[in-house]
């Protein structure tokens, strides 16, 4: 009997052991599910932010969509387009110097020989961009100065990121013709 008893008892620790180990996976499949549940109410409410940056700045240069962008601007501000030129490139990252005041100047007497800096400090390290730029040229027909307004508000309004780099006026008086020199970016993943 005494072996009974104790094979008994074995037996209830070991059903024990089982309901709690099968108490801690339900446990966990419940945080599991409430973790699939937060991710996807994420996706569902970042989705149209996630997709407004990428029209803001899109992965690729997606030129067919930048033409027929631009075409629309312009009618809709009132001009035709006569030419447009693209020409993609990248977005040159240069060393620029910080500039100081002669208040911000550190002074170098003052300062033991320990901390002095022998590099040059005053530049800003160089970053490789990840950004790249899209150069549009467009001559642009008809219009007036009011139409002109209204196209550069278009522009800045515009989805997509758009500088304008230059402005230039060609013609006579009675047929004039604007030359728009823009820049765009994309983003290289």
């Known amino acids: 009997m005494p072996k009974y008893s ?21 446990e966990y499949t419940q945080g599991l599910a409430g973790l699939e549940k ?5 996706k569902s409410k970042h989705s149209q932010n996630i997709k407004d940056l990428s029209q803001l700045l899109p992965s690729e240069a997606e030129i067919p969509n930048l033409m027929a962008q631009l ?11 006569s030419n447009l030129t ?3 490139g990248s977005l040159e990252a240069k060393k620029t110097p ?6 911000e100047q550190p002074n170098d007497t003052a300062l033991p020989a320990s901390t002095k800096s022998s590099d ?3 530049e800003q390290p160089e970053t490789e961009s990840l950004i790249k730029v899209v150069t549009v040229g467009m ?27 230059g402005i230039s006026f060609a ?13 765009t970016y994309y983003f290289v993943q």
């Not at 075409?71 to 387009?81: D, K, R």
């Not at 910080?98 to 208040?103: G, L, N, P, R, Y």
């Not at 209204?150 to 309004?157: F, G, M, P, T």
């Open 171 to 183: 013609g006579e008086s009675t047929a004039s013709q604007i030359i728009l020199l823009l820049n």
């Open 86 to 88: 693209i020409t993609e």
């Open 98 to 103: 910080v500039k100081q005041t002669a208040a």
């Open 120 to 122: 040059n400090s005053d």
């Open 71 to 81: 075409e629309s601007v312009v009618q809709s501000s009132g001009f035709s387009l």
């Open 139 to 165: 001559n642009i027909d008809g219009g007036d100065y009011f139409n002109l307004k209204i196209l550069l508000d278009n522009l800045e309004k515009h989805l997509r990121i758009i500088d304008v780099k």
């Open 6 to 26: 104790a094979v008994k008892q074995e037996k209830i620790s070991l059903f024990q052991e089982r309901a709690n180990e099968l108490a801690g996976l339900e």
């Open 38 to 42: 937060t991710l996807t109410e994420f």
